[in-house]
T-cell receptor, first 116, second 114 residues
């Protein structure tokens, strides 16, 4: 099992450029999510998906798009990068929680993005 | 608003010593509390998970406690090792319409020195 993989590991963009951060998992998890981690702040949820074809917004969705065409893949798109999107991005996956039942989230290694 | 506060923000200890990290939360309705370890340049990795009815959980040299009445948790690290140098993140989940809404603390950055 590779777990959760993310590419690229590092990326530098110019303001206004677009790009896609890739995320894949091989654990057959229904739930996948994207977070950003900024200095002095906890991880914040950008978008999440509870299964193929189903996505929803998290806490900070503006400037980001997602899609979930397969169980395995959950790409994050920046349509027009801004300096405020400079951050470290983490993808995570887990089995779907229901009520009080807990399922551990597995995180990818992260993508460090700098927007100039 | 759901909040998770951790203290101290950073900590330096000598190898072999013990330490305790604190987490206070205002999250409801409470579902579970997790502690994660995040090494520099890597994603968080789960250490422990506790639900409302559990007040202590151990994972090797890591022991987490939970007081649901005072909404406090602690992570105790025994006989620290250099490899314990990392950020430790407290994460609290609330039940929200059948799913869990997750709030992350900022983390405590621990440095273990020889």
């Amino acid at each position: 099992n590779a777990g959760v993989t993310q590419t690229p590991k590092f990326q530098v963009l110019k303001t206004g450029q677009s790009m896609t951060l890739q995320c894949a998992q091989d654990m057959n998890h229904e739930y996948m999510s994207w977070y950003r981690q900024d200095p002095g702040m906890g991880l914040r949820l950008i978008h999440y998906s509870v299964g193929a074809g189903i996505t929803d917004q998290g806490e900070v969705p503006n400037g980001y798009n997602v899609s979930r065409s397969t169980t395995e893949d959950f790409p994050l798109r920046l349509l027009s990068a801004a300096p405020s999107q400079t951050s470290v991005y983490f993808c995570a996956s887990s089995y779907l929680t229901s009520g009080t039942r807990y399922n551990e989230q597995f995180f990818g290694p992260g993508t460090r993005l700098t927007v100039l | 608003k759901n909040q998770v506060e951790q203290s101290p923000q950073s900590l330096i200890i000598l190898e072999g010593k013990n330490c305790t990290l604190q987490c206070n939360y205002t999250v409801s309705p409470f579902s579970n509390l997790r502690w994660y370890k995040q090494d520099t340049g890597r994603g968080p990795v789960s250490l422990t998970i506790m639900t409302f009815s559990e007040n202590t959980k151990s994972n090797g040299r890591y022991t987490a406690t939970l007081d649901a009445d005072t909404k406090q948790s602690s992570l105790h690290i025994t006989a620290s090792q250099l490899s314990d140098s990392a950020s430790y993140i407290c994460v609290v989940s609330a039940n929200s319409g059948g799913y869990q809404k997750v709030t992350f603390g900022i983390g405590t950055k621990l440095q273990v020195i020889p």
